[in-house]
């Protein structure tokens, strides 16, 4: 790699001169019975995990990560994040928490994007170069951090910047030397860049390849080229800046995002979304009230933040802190108390599902606002997004939204089918004492219908799910297994008995490895919005796989 590229590398960690870390804890676990967990939470503080040894998963924003011995994880403050590992041996694992404190003038706060992209320049997994050398300086934090000398506790904090270097100049090495790391690499400079100007040939220059190698390889990695990519990641934040109230004026987001021409704008934001700029900032100040589960994920696909959703669900608290706002209300679970709630709101309209309300419950709504329950049984989930659009006059939104995602769809069908080929695969999902089988009303369908995986002997497609028995599964005759377990206890005591069972010891999945994983909470929901984060997971589980 040339000197210019390392010093547009270089570039990404200049902030790091402003920036001063605090260590606020570590947590070190090395025996081999105990299990350590991660409750879902959205963090508040950055969060290291080093996994020395053992073995686990690790959620951020609903996109599941396998641990890796010899890897270190990072989490940023807002991320919504779960974890668990175990079998651990001496090595041992480590969380670690920390802090970062800018000792400069702090960005203006009608600069939102700035002031996210101003955070630690590394996240998620890094693959440490040196594990012995990071492991040993987790150990001896971890030891001068509980030490009753206050030196030996400052020795703490200083050996952990010592081991933030390391991990960062590990994170460089490995984009300078994987062709796929300097894609993502160069994806994050996009993200990063976006307001000024880009080429091909300055990105590729970032990449460390020629102009025509990049584009190649990088629409073949993400299914859309660079230029496209920086199109979409512009108009994204033109639209978070579009939802805050009406504060800026057109033409000073569209300079904001990069573009100088006023029409050019416009027309690729409408190219982007569906809609013209200005119905979009309208459309905004619209409040639009989530009342059940499901709407959450229709709504977020027609590029509307829900004014209020149900308390209980974790994209409610997501949005709250993705957008750094009280605007959106929690709603209570009970009846009572969530009418209340929402005639104090005065939204414009109350999203819901007929089939979860009844007649008298919507009348009530209905006094409080224009309310539509979209008609969920009989209709497929691209049906329920055109209808709820249909009624926001939001039909050009959504069909735009639905070919983004056939396109995306086939992109991954194509990076995947030499990993899955013909494979009958069998989704199970265990709740609480209950297996079940998992069919195309369900999230079932992206697989079985977005992505054309071969469904298991006796799958029935055309029920959303069927109850078995450990003992039946292995008359399904899958070849690829994808698990859901629920969280609650009962759910992780049956999948612990079943993992432990002759009849599953016996499937031909489970005897040639080819069992995955999927967290519960979200992937279950049958919504518009649930499924394209669905073809992410599918790219992540099986592209590049044998």
Same mark, same amino acid.
Request: charged share 25%; hydrophobic share 40%.
């Given at each position: 790699?040339?000197?210019?590229?390392?010093?547009? /590398? &270089?570039?990404?960690?200049?902030?790091?001169?402003?920036?001063?870390?605090?260590?606020?804890?570590?947590?070190?676990?090395?025996?081999?019975?105990?299990?350590?967990?991660?409750?879902?939470?959205?963090?508040?503080?950055?969060?290291?995990?080093?996994?020395?040894?053992?073995?686990?998963?690790?959620?951020?924003?609903?996109?599941?990560?396998?641990?890796?011995?010899?890897?270190?994880?990072?989490?940023?403050?807002?991320?919504?994040?779960?974890?668990?590992?175990?079998?651990?041996?001496?090595?041992?694992?480590?969380?670690?928490?920390?802090?970062?404190?800018?000792?400069?003038?702090?960005?203006?706060?009608?600069?939102?994007?700035?002031?996210?992209?101003?955070?630690?320049?590394?996240?998620?997994?890094?693959?440490?170069?040196?594990?012995?050398?990071? &492991?040993?300086?987790?150990?001896?934090?971890?030891?001068?951090?509980?030490?009753?000398?206050?030196?030996?506790?400052?020795?703490?904090?200083?050996?952990?910047?010592?081991?933030?270097?390391?991990?960062?100049?590990?994170?460089?090495?490995?984009?300078?030397?994987?062709? !796929?790391?300097?894609?993502?690499?160069?994806?994050?400079?996009?993200?990063?860049?976006?307001?000024?100007?880009?080429?091909?040939?300055?990105?590729?220059?970032?990449?460390?390849?020629?102009?025509?190698?990049?584009?190649?390889?990088? /629409?073949?990695?993400?299914?859309?080229?660079?230029?496209?990519?920086?199109?979409?990641?512009?108009?994204?934040?033109?639209?978070?800046?579009?939802? *805050?109230?009406?504060?800026?004026?057109?033409?000073?987001?569209?300079?904001?995002?990069?573009?100088?021409?006023?029409?050019?704008?416009?027309?690729?934001?409408?190219?982007?979304?569906?809609?013209?700029?200005?119905?979009?900032?309208?459309?905004?100040?619209?409040?639009?009230?989530?009342?059940? %589960?499901?709407?959450?994920?229709?709504?977020?696909?027609?590029?509307?933040?829900?004014?209020?959703?149900?308390?209980?669900?974790?994209?409610?608290?997501?949005?709250?802190?993705?957008?750094?706002?009280?605007?959106?209300?929690?709603?209570?679970?009970?009846? !009572?108390?969530?009418?209340?709630?929402?005639?104090?709101?005065?939204?414009?309209?109350?999203?819901?599902?007929?089939?979860?309300?009844?007649?008298?419950?919507?009348?009530?709504?209905?006094?409080?606002?224009?309310?539509?329950?979209?008609?969920?049984?009989?209709?497929?989930?691209?049906?329920?997004?055109?209808?709820?659009?249909?009624?926001?006059? /939001?039909?050009?939104?959504?069909?735009?939204?639905?070919?983004?995602?056939?396109?995306?769809?086939?992109?991954?069908?194509?990076?995947?089918?030499?990993?899955?080929?013909?494979?009958?695969?069998?989704?199970?999902?265990?709740?609480?004492?209950?297996?079940?089988?998992?069919?195309?009303?369900?999230?079932?369908?992206? %697989?079985?219908?977005?992505?054309?995986?071969?469904?298991?002997?006796?799958?029935?497609? *055309?029920?959303?799910?069927?109850?078995?028995?450990?003992?039946?599964?292995?008359?399904?005759?899958?070849?690829?297994?994808?698990?859901?377990?629920?969280?609650?206890?009962?759910?992780?005591?049956?999948?612990?008995?079943? *993992?432990?069972?002759?009849?599953?010891?016996?499937?031909?999945?489970?005897?040639?490895?080819?069992?995955?994983?999927?967290?519960?909470?979200?992937?279950?929901?049958?919504?518009?919005?649930?499924?394209?984060?669905?073809?992410?997971?599918?790219?992540?589980?099986?592209?590049?796989?044998?």
């Amino acid at each position: 790699m040339d000197d210019l590229v390392q010093n547009m /590398k &270089n570039n990404e960690y200049k902030p790091l001169e402003g920036m001063c870390f605090k260590l606020r804890d570590i947590e070190y676990i090395k025996n081999k019975t105990q299990e350590w967990s991660l409750r879902l939470q959205f963090m508040e503080s950055h969060l290291i995990l080093v996994a020395a040894s053992g073995q686990g998963w690790l959620n951020i924003d609903g996109r599941f990560n396998e641990l890796r011995q010899g890897s270190a994880y990072l989490c940023a403050p807002g991320q919504l994040v779960e974890a668990s590992a175990h079998s651990f041996d001496e090595r041992g694992f480590y969380h670690l928490r920390f802090d970062i404190i800018r000792d400069e003038p702090s960005v203006k706060a009608n600069d939102q994007v700035e002031r996210q992209s101003s955070s630690f320049p590394v996240k998620g997994e890094v693959v440490v170069l040196s594990p012995v050398s990071v &492991n040993e300086l987790c150990e001896t934090i971890a030891q001068c951090w509980q030490h009753e000398d206050y030196l030996k506790r400052f020795r703490s904090q200083i050996l952990f910047q010592e081991m933030l270097h390391t991990i960062l100049q590990d994170a460089l090495l490995v984009q300078e030397s994987d062709s !796929e790391a300097a894609l993502d690499f160069t994806k994050v400079y996009i993200e990063q860049h976006y307001q000024q100007e880009l080429t091909i040939e300055q990105l590729a220059k970032v990449a460390g390849m020629s102009s025509r190698h990049f584009m190649r390889l990088f /629409k073949k990695r993400f299914g859309f080229s660079a230029i496209d990519y920086l199109a979409i990641y512009r108009i994204e934040q033109a639209q978070q800046l579009m939802r *805050m109230n009406g504060h800026y004026r057109l033409r000073d987001i569209a300079r904001h995002v990069g573009y100088h021409d006023d029409i050019y704008f416009r027309r690729k934001f409408k190219q982007v979304t569906g809609i013209p700029p200005a119905a979009f900032m309208k459309n905004s100040r619209q409040k639009i009230a989530a009342y059940h %589960f499901p709407s959450i994920g229709q709504l977020i696909a027609l590029q509307v933040t829900p004014c209020a959703a149900p308390a209980a669900h974790p994209w409610t608290e997501y949005y709250r802190r993705k957008y750094e706002t009280d605007s959106v209300l929690p709603l209570s679970t009970d009846y !009572e108390a969530k009418l209340r709630e929402l005639r104090l709101l005065h939204p414009d309209f109350i999203i819901g599902i007929d089939s979860l309300a009844s007649p008298e419950e919507q009348a009530e709504l209905q006094k409080i606002a224009p309310a539509y329950f979209v008609s969920w049984v009989g209709n497929d989930w691209r049906t329920h997004l055109r209808l709820l659009a249909q009624f926001l006059n /939001k039909t050009a939104a959504a069909e735009i939204w639905l070919e983004h995602y056939e396109r995306k769809a086939r992109f991954v069908r194509e990076q995947i089918e030499h990993t899955v080929h013909s494979d009958r695969l069998l989704i199970l999902r265990i709740t609480g004492e209950d297996y079940n089988v998992l069919g195309s009303h369900s999230l079932g369908t992206v %697989f079985y219908d977005d992505l054309n995986i071969v469904a298991a002997y006796g799958v029935d497609l *055309m029920k959303p799910d069927q109850q078995v028995m450990p003992v039946e599964l292995n008359r399904f005759k899958a070849n690829r297994l994808l698990v859901i377990v629920d969280q609650d206890a009962q759910s992780q005591s049956s999948w612990h008995t079943l *993992m432990n069972s002759e009849p599953w010891r016996k499937l031909n999945a489970v005897r040639d490895g080819r069992v995955d994983f999927l967290p519960s909470y979200l992937w279950v929901e049958y919504t518009a919005f649930t499924h394209d984060l669905m073809l992410d997971e599918a790219l992540k589980l099986w592209r590049d796989c044998t």
